[in-house]
């Protein structure tokens, strides 16, 4: 096992730098040419980027296809952290020299509330039918449950439809599924970077689909009234400059309240995003996954399935899981609403390779419609433990005088550590990650997002108290190390305050 | 950017002339049919008996639909034409959805033979108080006779366990203490000779999505795997949806001669010769797939059988894909199966690949659980890749933990029960076909019976098949046919027999009153009836079922029947006679559809 550990921690010191091999500072591969701050911002190329998920293979197998190899060989920083964690967990008792999770978006304050309602009487519950094949778009009464579920919480106009529901084994198989119901090979998606990494492999692996980057950055400037706001204008210009490269892009993806910048669109904003998306035929694909997760009451998350009437509702398609919600990451279940039986029916004639056990079909169902529990126990709970979490984190961040994204959804906060960097260079970032982890706390890094500007991390907040403190003791033992100030004059200074002022 | 059409464009200009040559060779292969039904008729009568006379590429599958575009650069330069056939062209018009990818539309589209008789059922099942005439299901392959074992099994106590780690992630190969018991359990109902290893499982939500993961990091786009037909029609699409891959079949039939001294016999010449078919015809085949017990014909291979299969996979560097499904449904003491994982030496450890689930052998297909297991690490590391995809839920993981360590549960109670009862079903069925006079190979395994119902055919032709399927479903009772396991022969069932004795009697009777009409009909459709039974074929139920040839009826008609069915198949079949169908074949060949008409008329 450890020899594995150190073979893959090989291939990950390669990966994040594959198309520049950090040599004297010639940056030159795609989506990697804006990685200094210095530059002028002016040509579009800046604004996007386009994956090559295939740039870092490297061996062939004799045993396998050459996309066999690919997929072997395929890796991203958030796996591979999370496989150095996996080797050496913390634990208070057993193991407390052990790793502290920074960085798996898991919601880990709500064990015992989901532990207790899971036990409960009504969740062990077997006939039959939950034994046999089921129909591949899920069993008819959960998708009546979601149907009824998504009406209630994303406060639908009117009822929304079981027929539009099609439940599979977690979303990451509805990327998979709707990139290639949606894109021939080669085609792609449009995606706003930085955003939560392992899309790019959802879409990819089986589909391969790739991902367009529309950049955002942290520069407050006129029009963007914060940092990395989404403007359509950047969405064009990404579009636009794929189009000129031949690439096919078939579709919007948008991740609401995002990650990890924790942004939650406003209604007008996603307004102008829908639009856009009609205007040039584009799909939209709409990842909710984070919607009861808004801890701040002072928020209001609107879904799209709330709006009274979408720009193009045959080209809209929403995804949402029990994992971020409900914290159960390990339940494997996702549900698509689309109005579109197109793609509704492509999507579950791929189902038989996303089933979801009967009796757990049966447990998220029960899970589901127990309104009462969720308002009144669940949700309430959830949502002051989150609140005391990141008032925790946020203290502790100011107090070390690290610039953040104040955020009102989510697990986690988006970090700026560009000021820790020797260079502005992915490289750096890298390092200081894996001075991170060699030091016992794992974080992701901003490269691990496609983050354009190199420095900036996501830490993950929701877990115990004391975890929390040994992380942000680990974390500033790292940075006390650093050469702070190795860059004169960092673009952080200003961004600190405008940040923390929100 | 330049560089990448110049390549789009060359592969294009590739695709475009190995469709060119891949029509040719078709036409030539059409006109080779027609030759031989006009020397047949010059002839009057023939003397070659029995069905379906074996061509030249009878080894072959044939019928692409389009080819879907290769995905990587260093894919294949080879996208032939040996496509399996999903859809049926007959009742489905393809008709793309503007909203949808060509790859998005051709998987909406691709449905199996039944797949709509599938639905008929699910919108119309039996139920013995609340619909009472609803369809009886003979079709899927299910093991209904031990719920009451297994709902009991699974709703005690210690099944109800939920600690965090069963809610988080479990990493990319399923949790560690469910591979170490799925060692375990394998290592003991497989005979394993040395503990096999739980770095060599991998976990899914059910076997489909194992080869759904094999065939796409084994396979590039367009290149194939082996199988011999009949087989679990499944297969086809779960290879295909997300892995472009391709079957290559090589086709067993029913007929005993030398070297084939049972019916569907799977020999290691039938093997080659499909392997020879289809390099020459430029496919690239990477793997040979085998069920074991087999779907639909209920075969066990015997130890030196199996070794001669993996022998030859190792000679052509064959990976070799075991679906060992219905292992533990060998229902009768007499039958012995053999796992690969038994044998002392593997030919080829490291392209031998392992599939096993509790779907049939615990009759819970609902659970979606399925595992592979492979000695090579390539493999193994290359589809935990895609297990992100595939994965299950904790708590099942968990449960199915319980269940596969609870030896004496299995050993005493379930397996005992089940196969008793696997056997009573059989016998009850048997019995039945026995007195119906229907021909059918008499296995211990599985949950079907594999039956010839070929007699009731007006022609050897697939739509005849279906038109009988669909008289059952009208009868109220499912049956899958042929097709459906791309069986090269028409007119064979499958019949699943894992049901309550009271649902077995209303299908079986159901089914009589189905084959009344048919033969009804048959009688006024044809001059000459077809012989019956007692001639035609039959079937020794104490035995080995044993298939004497069709001697009877006028030679002649009936060879050239066959060959007009397999002409018909071909037609219907391939994509690009679809386009350069008969009607512009013949401006050049002036004569040769009045041939053909001519001979449909004498039908």
């Not at chain 1, 004799?62 to 080797?87: M, N, Q, T, V, W």
């Not at chain 2, 013995?128 to 005439?133: A, G, S, V």
Request: with cysteine.
């Amino acid at each position: 096992m450890f020899s594995i550990f150190k073979q893959e921690a090989r291939g990950l010191a390669t990966s994040p730098a594959s198309s520049s091999t950090q040599d004297l500072g010639t940056n030159c591969g795609e989506g990697l040419d804006s990685e200094s701050s210095e530059k002028t911002d002016k040509e579009p190329v800046d604004f996007y980027g386009l994956g090559d998920p295939a740039a870092e293979f490297s061996q062939m197998s004799p045993y396998l296809s050459s996309r066999g190899s690919i997929i072997k060989c395929f890796r991203d920083a958030a796996e591979e952290g999370y496989k150095a964690y996996h080797l050496d967990e913390y634990d208070e008792d057993k193991n407390p020299n052990g790793i502290i999770n920074f960085g798996t978006s898991e919601n880990k304050l709500c064990f015992d509330l989901l532990s207790s309602r899971l036990n409960q009487r009504d969740m062990h519950h077997i006939e039959p039918p939950m034994l046999q094949y089921p129909d591949w778009k899920g069993h008819m009464w959960l998708r009546d449950e979601v149907a009824k579920f998504l009406s209630y919480y994303c406060k639908a106009p009117v009822p929304l439809k079981p027929e539009n529901v099609v439940v599979v084994n977690g979303c990451a198989s509805l990327f998979s599924a709707l990139a290639t119901v949606l894109c021939d090979p080669g085609e792609a998606f449009l995606i706003p970077s930085p955003y939560y990494g392992a899309i790019t492999q959802h879409v990819y692996l089986y589909g391969n689909v790739r991902l367009v980057y529309a950049h955002l950055d942290s520069r407050v400037t006129g029009m963007d009234c914060r940092p990395f706001q989404l403007t359509v204008k950047k969405l064009e210009i990404a579009l636009l400059g794929a189009k000129s490269e031949g690439i096919n892009v078939k579709g919007l993806i948008l991740i609401n309240p995002q990650n990890p910048l924790g942004d939650i669109y406003s209604q007008e904003r996603l307004q102008e995003y829908l639009e856009f998306a009609k205007r040039h035929e584009l799909h939209v694909i709409m990842d909710e996954v984070y919607m009861l997760s808004v801890f701040d009451e002072s928020a209001v998350f609107q879904s799209v399935l709330g709006m009274d009437r979408l720009p193009d509702p045959q080209r809209t398609h929403v995804i949402w899981g029990t994992s971020k919600d409900f914290g159960i990451s390990g339940f494997r279940f996702g549900t698509l609403y689309t109005e579109n039986q197109d793609v509704a029916n492509a999507v579950a004639s791929l189902g038989c390779l996303h089933g979801i056990c009967g009796t757990v079909q049966y447990q998220v169902a029960q899970l589901l419609r127990d309104r009462d529990w969720i308002n009144q126990v669940y949700l309430s709970e959830n949502h002051a433990r989150l609140r005391a979490a990141y008032a925790y984190i946020t203290e502790e961040l100011e107090t070390l005088n690290i610039p953040f994204l104040r955020t009102k959804a989510g697990f986690f906060v988006w970090i700026d550590l560009r000021k820790y960097l020797c260079s502005d260079t992915f490289e750096e970032e890298f390092s200081l990650w894996r001075r991170f982890l060699h030091h016992k706390v794992l974080l992701s890094c901003g490269k691990a997002f496609e983050c354009k500007e190199p420095g900036w991390f996501r830490l993950v907040f929701s877990d115990k108290i004391h975890r929390l403190r040994l992380g942000m003791q680990r974390i500033q033992e790292v940075l006390e190390k650093e050469p702070q100030g190795a860059k004169t004059l960092s673009p952080c200074q200003s961004l600190e305050k405008s940040s923390q002022s929100r | 950017m330049e560089e990448r059409f110049l390549h789009l464009e060359e592969r294009r200009v590739q695709l475009e002339q190995r469709r060119l040559e891949l029509e040719r060779e078709h036409e030539f292969r059409m006109f080779g049919v027609f030759a031989q039904m006009l020397s047949i008729l010059k002839e009057g009568s023939g003397a070659a008996p029995g069905p379906a006379a074996p061509m030249p590429w009878q080894g072959l599958g044939l019928a692409p639909d389009y080819p879907r575009g290769a995905r990587m650069p260093q894919g294949p330069e080879q996208m032939s034409g040996v496509f399996s056939e999903l859809s049926d062209p007959g009742t489905k018009h393809l008709q793309g959805s503007a909203y949808l990818s060509n790859r998005g539309n051709d998987i909406k589209f691709k449905r199996g033979v039944t797949e709509e008789y599938i639905e008929a059922y699910f919108a119309d099942k039996y139920d013995e108080d609340e619909n009472p005439n609803g369809i009886i299901n003979f079709g899927i392959s299910e093991n209904k006779l031990c719920f009451d074992l297994l709902s009991k099994r699974l709703t005690q106590s210690d099944m109800h366990h939920i600690e965090p780690p069963l809610l988080q992630y479990s990493g990319w190969r399923g949790h560690m203490f469910l591979r170490e018991e799925m060692a375990r359990f394998l290592t003991y109902y497989c005979k394993a000779p040395t503990p096999l290893k739980p770095e060599n499982v991998t976990l899914f939500n059910g076997c489909i999505s194992v080869f759904s993961g094999l065939a796409t990091v084994l396979c590039d786009p367009g290149e194939a795997l082996m199988i011999p037909t009949p087989f679990y029609g499944e297969i086809s699409k779960s290879i295909y949806l997300y892995g472009n891959v391709q079957l290559v079949f090589a086709h067993l039939d029913s007929k005993i001669t030398e070297t084939n001294t049972r019916p569907f016999q799977l020999t290691v010449e039938k093997l080659e010769m499909a392997l020879q078919g289809a390099r020459s015809e430029g496919v690239r085949v990477k793997g040979l797939i085998l069920i074991n017990p087999q779907n639909p014909l209920g075969d066990i291979y015997s130890q030196g059988e199996l070794l001669e299969y993996l022998e030859f996979a190792k000679r052509h560097e064959l990976h070799i894909i075991l679906d060992e499904l219905y292992m533990l449904s060998v229902f009768d003491e007499s039958a012995t199966f053999h796992s690969v994982l038994s044998m002392d030496r593997l030919p080829d450890p490291q392209r031998t690949h392992v599939m096993w689930g509790t779907s049939k052998d615990f009759g819970v297909s609902g659970i979606r659980f399925g595992a592979l297991y492979t000695e090579n690490r390539d493999v193994s590391s290359a589809v935990a890749k895609l297990y992100f995809f595939h994965g299950i839920s904790g708590i099942t993981q968990y449960q199915m933990a319980q269940l596969l360590r609870d030896r004496d549960w299995i050993n005493q109670v379930y397996l005992p029960t089940n196969h008793s009862r696997l056997k009573a079903a059989h016998t009850y069925i048997t019995d039945e076909l026995k007195t119906l006079g229907i021909p059918f190979l008499n296995r211990n395994s599985g949950l079907y019976i594999w039956i010839d119902l070929r007699r009731y055919l007006h022609m050897d032709t697939f739509e005849e098949e279906l038109l009988l399927c669909r008289r059952f479903l009208d009868n109220k009772v499912l049956l899958s046919c042929g097709k459906g396991f791309q069986c090269f022969e028409p007119g064979w069932f499958r019949l699943v027999f894992t049901d309550k004795i009271h649902r077995l009697r209303l299908g079986m009777q159901r089914i009589r009153q189905a084959l009344g009409q048919q033969a009804q009909e048959l009688h006024q459709k044809l001059s000459v009836p077809r012989q019956l039974p007692e001639q035609e074929g039959r079937a020794d139920g104490t035995e080995e079922a044993v298939f004497v040839p069709r001697q009877q009826g006028p030679m002649g008609v009936t060879k050239t029947r066959d060959l007009f069915g397999l002409h018909h198949q071909q037609t219907r079949s391939s994509a690009w006679m679809q386009k350069g169908s008969l009607e512009q074949l013949t401006p050049e060949q002036p004569g040769a559809l009045d041939v053909l008409n001519k001979l449909a008329d004498k039908q």
